[in-house]
């Protein structure tokens, strides 16, 4: 019998798929059990759909014995290309057709009986993953009479079973809209014995707790019991957050800023808030790491007052930890810290911490924080920036790691762009006058650099006047590496100066390079001077 079943459904598979999709027709091989022979018609054959009590039978034993189990796997034939195929990938298709009259009433308790049972014996997790699916697809008294398979699966025995069942929590609610109902075997896992299913609640957390707001929003005759079920999830995810297992910590952790978008503002700084100023100094650094991230998403929520009243001190015992990977998740949020906390908040309690972190030991730590200046810049203003940070900026330029002083070059791009070309002619070009003697020709190069990346922010009479002067002076530079890139960074600046420029300094020196000995050097020069000459041609 399982070798014809397996031949049949091989032929049979794209005809019974068309057919669920189109329920007016039906194959002839779904017949009951009994009918199937030698003589059974080809495959391209169809009647009329038979009666419920002859389709639920020969569908029945399709369920039972070719989709809840991972070992029972077709080869099947779809559109030409032979693929390994499920039963378990029918249930949603078969559900999905199957929500009226009398075939839903039998396949449903057949389906009904079939899911724990194949959760009871055999490899059952995997197949489980598309309960989910097939409660999406149903109607919601489908989904309703199926809750009683979420209900009877949360308490499996295997752990595995109950961590995959538990995330068909979000699909049961939004179809059946009973909340109440589901968040029973929600509460069973996240009480779960095993750390996996309490993982798998925790990761749940965010979707499942937009999906209870959603019936809320509805106003049906479910969203009482849903806004009770609102108010009991804070408590619950705290829970998790203080779990024993680090991965549980770290699963709460990463959802957090999500969660705490989805509950009033008061229950975040109430209840969220101190249980993430005690696990700041959580034991494992991972949950160190995802707390930081989700801390400073947090900060917009609560505004000015949350972060000074409630964060301040989370931040920056952060920004103090021993992991590189906390202080730059801290770091790489700081712009958004600054916007929400004010200019004088964050200058009085952050900005210290700060400069610490500026000469950190990791590289990446400080190319974080030279990644934060320009939106700290913004909130800080042009005299407070001068008195605190411009120095530092610039000491970034001189750094002994190139992704640093190439980051550096970037941040001074953004602040000539926030602050004008008066301030940038004042403050950050003495500072590349002085990078043209450096006895360290990276250094020289890259004061090119800057030049380069200024032409673009400012005005054409900046460039003339600033940077075409450093430029030219730079292309008779001892080492070849500093003359090609000051070949390079003329080439750029004539295509923003104006003809006489080009024409009475630019030009000159391009043609001398393209004579220089070093063929790296006249390569660049003369491709430079070709991109050039269109410019002074004009």
């Given at each position: 019998?399982?070798?014809k079943?397996?031949?049949l459904?091989?032929k049979?598979?794209?005809?019974l798929?068309t057919s669920?999709?189109?329920?007016s027709?039906?194959?002839?091989f779904?017949?009951p059990?009994s ?5 059974t ?11 419920s009590?002859?389709?639920c039978p ?6 039972s014995r ?26 949603p298709?078969a559900?999905?057709?199957?929500t009226?009259?009398?075939a839903r009433?039998?396949i ?6 079939a899911?724990p049972?194949?959760a009871?014996?055999?490899?059952a997790?995997?197949s489980?993953?598309?309960l989910p699916?097939?409660?999406?697809v149903?109607?919601?008294p489908?989904?309703?009479?199926l809750?009683?398979?979420?209900e ?15 995330r ?11 909340a109440?109902?589901?968040h029973?075997?929600?509460?069973r896992?996240a009480?779960?014995?095993s750390w996996r299913?309490r ?5 749940l957390c965010?979707?499942y ?8 929003s ?9 806004q009770?079920v609102l ?6 995810f ?7 297992e680090?991965?549980?910590r ?5 959802a957090?800023?999500d969660?705490?978008?989805l509950?009033p503002?008061p229950?975040?700084?109430?209840t969220l808030?101190?249980t ?7 034991a ?11 801390v400073?998403?947090?900060c ?10 409630h ?9 103090g ?8 998740n ?5 712009g958004?810290?600054?916007?929400v ?18 000469e950190?030991?990791n590289?990446?730590?400080r190319?974080?924080?030279i990644r934060?200046?320009?939106?700290v810049?913004a ?7 001068d008195?605190?940070?411009?120095s530092?900026?610039?000491a ?8 640093i ?5 970037e ?9 004008g070309?008066a301030w ?5 070009m ?11 020709y ?7 650099l800057c030049?380069g ?5 400012l005005?054409?009479?900046s460039v ?6 450093i ?19 003329l ?9 006489g ?10 043609m ?5 000995a ?13 991109a ?7």
């Open positions: 019998m399982t070798t079943f397996s031949s459904l091989r049979n598979l794209s005809l798929l669920l999709a189109a329920p027709t039906f194959p002839a779904c017949l059990w009918c199937w022979s030698a003589s018609p080809n495959a391209s054959a169809t009647r009329p759909l038979p009666p009590s002859r389709l020969s569908f029945h034993p399709l369920t070719t989709t809840l189990s991972s070992s029972s796997t077709a080869s099947c034939t779809v559109s030409g290309s032979t693929t390994a195929f499920s039963g378990a990938q029918l249930c298709i559900f999905k057709h199957s009226s009259g009398p009433e039998q449903r308790p057949g389906r009904r009986r899911l049972r194949r009871s014996h055999g490899p997790a995997p489980l993953r598309f699916k097939m409660v999406a149903t109607t919601r489908v989904a309703v009479d809750l009683s398979v979420l009877t699966l949360q308490v499996d025995p295997q752990d595995s079973v109950r961590a995959v069942n538990v068909a929590a979000v699909s049961f609610v939004t179809t059946t809209r009973d109440r109902r589901v029973q075997s929600f509460t896992a009480d779960d014995d299913v993982y798998a609640a925790a990761e965010v979707p707790l937009a999906a209870v707001r959603e019936v809320i509805s106003g049906d005759e479910h969203a009482t019991a849903a009770a108010e009991l999830m804070p408590a619950q705290i829970a998790l957050l203080d779990d024993g680090p991965e549980v770290g699963a709460a952790a990463t957090l800023a969660f705490a978008r509950i503002v229950r975040v700084f109430d808030v101190p993430v100023s005690a696990h700041a100094r959580d494992a650094e991972f949950v160190r790491t995802a707390l930081a991230t989700s400073m998403k947090i917009p929520v609560g505004g000015a007052e949350g972060v000074d009243t964060l301040r001190p989370v931040i920056l015992a952060l920004l930890d021993e992991c590189a990977d906390v202080r730059l801290i770091i790489s949020n700081l958004e810290v600054a916007h906390a004010g200019a004088a908040s964050f200058s009085d309690a952050l900005l210290p911490a700060v400069f610490q972190l500026a950190d030991n590289w990446r730590v190319r974080a924080v934060a200046v320009p939106d810049a909130q800080l203003g042009q005299e407070a920036f008195e605190r940070l411009a530092l900026c610039l970034w330029l001189g750094d002994a790691v190139f992704a002083r190439e980051a550096a070059v941040n001074v791009q953004k602040l000539a762009s926030i602050f070309p940038t002619s004042r403050a950050v003495p500072k590349i006058s002085a990078m043209r003697s450096h006895p360290n990276l250094h020289r190069m890259t004061g090119l030049c990346a200024l032409a673009e922010v005005p054409a009479a003339a006047n600033d940077l075409v002067p430029a030219r002076r730079m292309a008779g530079d001892p080492v070849p590496n500093v003359r090609f890139a000051a070949a390079r960074t080439g750029k600046l004539a295509g923003i100066v104006d003809n420029v080009v024409a009475g300094v630019i030009k000159p020196a391009l001398s390079l393209a004579e220089d070093d063929r790296d050097v006249s390569f660049f020069a003369a491709e430079a001077l070709q050039s000459l269109p410019t002074a041609a004009a």
